[in-house]
């Protein structure tokens, strides 16, 4: 059943709904997740998606074909798919001692949560938990692929003790898993190709080590949706983890990943006046709704808070968010272009292409679900937060 199908007899105008609002053209969306999946069936590794980009369990049923595999980075994520019926969940962020009561409640209820630890410290508690439970929690350890963030590199003899104290605990080693966030500072296909290699060799690197040891590591999971889009080999690799894909945003326009004409969200302001003495337009969506991500800054071309278009998609000529408040964004030509600003008298609705597609949906409670240039609200999704 299609969006509109599923909405039938539920249309109302955008024009209906008061400003600032979250956009999902859902055209976009499905052409985005179906090229993701399309790759990587290509070379053979299964897509474990990321449900933290869109926090919507609508979005989520549309990305995972069903109920699972997913991925999430808060346990309120996991305990919102596991409500929705979603069974084969990975908890992607290191866990914290104090969260694994409520880990071990959710298995309680059928869900395969897994976890993931880069320390014997956190090792020791979930063999603990596990042990307290009468369950054996699932552990996969971390691996550092680029210095970015954490885990430990596929050297370390740190994980062979981290391995030791899961199994021997009571425990369950499920295997290794990796994020390559450096890939997010690529400019060329070549170099994220490289990340993506660098990306692979350190995960098969790190199950290949356990396993000379005796320990098993079944799942091998890389992630990013840079390396995921230009990953030529995933050799040694089960799944990948990509949940940016799902929207795409400025920052992945700027890395190549995309283009503007694949960003599905977008948040619609209207102008409420003018600076004209400053080349300013003022609007009602300040960082309230656009978040305070700037993520281009660091980029060939800076975004601001991100590019105007037109409600049919069409970009205003360099015509970008400068600054925000709290509820009033500044747009303006972007330093350097030449372009006339646009007459938009007040009154007139914009889009905001976002340049963080992960920051801006959190700002909000729900999308309104459209295509582009359309007239009529399809559906309204529902947006959870929290932790």
Avoid at 274 to 294: F, V
Avoid at 319 to 347: C, F, K, N, W, Y
Avoid at 354 to 379: K, L
Wanted: net charge negative; proline share 5%.
């Amino acid at each position: 059943m299609t969006i509109s199908e599923q909405s039938r007899g539920n249309h109302r105008p955008v024009a209906s709904v008061d400003t600032p609002f979250l956009a999902l053209d859902p055209e976009r969306m499905e052409r985005n997740i179906a090229r993701l999946e399309a790759r990587l069936r290509a070379l053979g590794v299964a897509l474990r998606p990321h449900m933290k980009t869109h926090k919507s369990v609508e979005i989520g049923r549309r990305m995972s074909r069903g109920i699972g595999p997913v991925t999430v980075s808060t346990l309120r994520e996991a305990e919102e798919f596991a409500d929705a019926g979603f069974r084969d969940v990975v908890y992607a962020v290191g866990i914290a001692p104090s969260k694994l009561d409520r880990v071990a409640a959710l298995r309680r209820r059928g869900v395969d949560l897994a976890i993931i630890l880069d320390s014997v410290a956190q090792a020791r508690a979930v063999a603990d938990a596990s042990r307290r439970s009468g369950d054996r929690i699932p552990a996969l350890i971390e691996i550092d692929a680029d210095g970015h963030r954490a885990g430990l590199t596929p050297d370390d003899p740190e994980i062979l003790a981290v391995a030791r104290a899961l199994v021997e605990g009571g425990a369950e080693l499920r295997g290794v898993l990796v994020h390559a966030g450096e890939s997010y500072g690529c400019t060329t296909p070549d170099e994220l190709a490289a990340a993506a290699e660098n990306e692979r060799a350190a995960v098969v690197g790190a199950a290949e080590r356990l396993r000379a040891e005796g320990y098993p590591s079944p799942v091998v999971s890389v992630a990013s949706t840079p390396t995921a889009h230009f990953a030529r080999n995933l050799d040694g690799v089960t799944e990948v983890r990509a949940g940016v894909h799902v929207f795409h945003d400025l920052v992945m326009a700027g890395i190549g990943v995309c283009t503007l004409d694949d960003i599905a969200i977008s948040v619609v302001a209207t102008v409420i006046g003018h600076r004209p003495e400053k080349g300013w337009i003022i609007t009602d969506a300040g960082w309230m709704a656009m978040s305070r991500d700037r993520g281009t800054a660091s980029q060939a071309v800076d975004q601001g808070y991100g590019v105007v278009t037109a409600m049919d998609g069409t970009p205003y000529e360099d015509l970008v968010v400068v600054r925000t408040s709290q509820e009033h964004g500044t747009m303006a030509i972007r330093p350097g272009g030449d372009a006339p600003l646009p007459d938009l008298p007040v009154g007139t609705r914009v889009r905001v292409l976002p340049n963080h597609a992960c920051a801006t949906t959190a700002q909000h409670e729900r999308y309104q679900v459209f295509p582009t240039g359309s007239e009529a609200i399809v559906a309204e999704w529902e947006i959870f937060r929290g932790w």
